[in-house]
């Protein structure tokens, strides 16, 4: 499926505010807590408002794809989006898992249950790809991870329903919006 220019440059803002949004907070939560990873709570609502929204936009096969892909180049110099500054890696699973995500949106035709359905697949496929590289390279994080895996994906999910719900808001809230309307059209 083709984008017009409109498309990719709203993508491409998305990622970039979604980049600003989980790195901003993020930085505050970690600076108040002292706790490394407790950014990740935060994010999983604000990567889910912001995927809602996108999909919802734009309903084709290839924009959370696309959007994933910005965002992991954007914190690659970062220890955002599953993996240590300079993790290259993370930008192809990120995008994988967000591809899945959307498949299963897809055959729904971007109704609600296509993304109850899809959440589950993209929280424990994505865990789950970061798992097993980071077992086959051998990695440090992968004893953390693996030993967390069920309670780190309920939780994701869980916050994840609770972002998708304010996307949801946020969408129905602007989707009579001129603006929106040019973007889709």
Request: proline share 4%; net charge positive; charged share 10%.
């Amino acid at each position: 499926m083709s984008f017009k220019t409109k498309e990719l440059i709203f993508i491409a803002l998305m990622s970039a505010l979604l980049f600003i949004v989980n790195f901003s907070m993020g930085a505050g939560i970690i600076a108040v807590t002292g706790i490394p990873g407790g950014s990740a709570f935060i994010t999983g609502i604000t990567n889910l408002i912001v995927i809602t929204f996108v999909a919802l936009t734009l309903k084709k096969v290839g924009s959370l794809t696309l959007l994933y892909f910005i965002y992991g180049i954007i914190a690659l110099p970062t220890p955002m989006a599953g993996g240590p500054p300079g993790f290259m890696l993370k930008i192809p699973l990120l995008a994988l898992s967000a591809f899945l995500f959307e498949i299963v949106m897809y055959f729904s035709n971007y109704k609600k249950i296509g993304f109850i359905l899809g959440l589950p697949v993209f929280t424990i496929f994505g865990f789950a790809t970061y798992l097993l590289t980071y077992w086959f390279l051998g990695m440090p994080e992968f004893d953390k991870m693996y030993s967390a895996f069920l309670a780190l994906a309920v939780i994701f999910i869980v916050l994840g329903y609770i972002g998708m719900w304010l996307g949801f808001i946020v969408h129905n809230r602007l989707k009579n919006k001129r603006i929106l309307s040019q973007i889709s059209a």
